[in-house]
């Protein structure tokens, strides 16, 4: 396989056309590379606001089918229906939407990874955000602002 070459006419593009549409000369191949020069230089949105609204769709549908097994518990132990060993995994003698085997072992596995991940991802995120936070901010601010709030409670 040949090595990408670089178009010829690539090759005798002008500084002033550089300078008039960076955009197609340098682009994110200039850009990655002053960014990846200095890891101060490397910030990324996490897309806080977006997490939290998956998690709280994963949360819903977690919620949904814990809802949903504790009806099949609920019926299996009904007098009127089939005796169903309701102390096992074994033998499941339901199938299709009834079967609760299939929900516990695959289907909420996979929902309460998913959802174990946002949460662990999201609660990362904030705890590195206030530690920068406490390093960035000067201690005597924190020393003056608890002072003020130790005053302010006396003469109330």
Known sequence: MDSPRRPSSAESVTQLETHEKPWKYI??????????????????????????????SLQDEIVQLEEKLDYMDKRYSDRDIPDVHNGTFRDEAFTGDDDRQALVKDVLPEKLTKYSMCLYDFCKDFKETLTLIYRLIPEWLFATRFSWTLSSRRYR
């Open 27 to 56: 682009g994110y191949k200039v850009f990655s590379r002053w960014v990846a020069s200095d890891p101060s230089f490397f910030i990324l949105r996490r897309f806080g606001a977006l997490n939290v609204r998956v998690a709280l």
